[in-house]
């Protein structure tokens, strides 16, 4: 089993940036690791991921703005969002899982933090 619990979600303007911060634990070696968001009224998408190699991929809507990182022990992962827009306005999850074939896809992954809230304004 993993844990993951995560934070560093707020309300900020358009243009700015925030950091979220999720921390895994239990059994967490072997992990892929993605970030994940669901506007109302829509599906929970991919943004952004990283395999048990160090390799990243991100969603279109997203890259060059959005940056995944982890941790030398890779139990805390990070989303570093700068030049933030209305739309990337959602709870923002992030999950974990084993032998991830597409890394973006939501129905891959087993575990899940609570989520947190990002709203941009402005």
């Known amino acids: 089993q993993v844990q993951l619990v995560e934070s560093g979600g707020g309300s900020v303007q358009a243009g700015g940036s925030l950091r979220l911060t999720c921390v895994a634990s239990?059994?967490?070696?072997?992990?892929?690791m993605g970030w994940f968001r669901q506007a109302p009224g829509k599906e929970r998408e991919g943004v952004a991921a990283?395999?048990?190699?160090?390799?990243?991929t991100y969603s279109d809507s997203v890259k060059g703005r959005f940056t995944i990182s982890q941790d030398d022990a890779r139990n805390t992962l990070y989303l570093q969002m700068n030049n933030l827009k209305p739309e990337d306005s959602a709870v923002y999850y992030c999950?974990?899982?084993?032998?991830?074939?597409?890394?973006?896809?939501?129905?891959?992954?087993?575990?899940w933090g609570q989520g947190t809230q990002v709203t941009v304004f402005s």
């Open positions: 999950a974990a899982g084993r032998f991830i074939a597409t890394m973006l896809e939501t129905l891959e992954y087993n575990f």
């Open positions: 239990g059994y967490t070696t072997q992990l892929f």
């Open positions: 990283v395999d048990m190699y160090g390799s990243t």
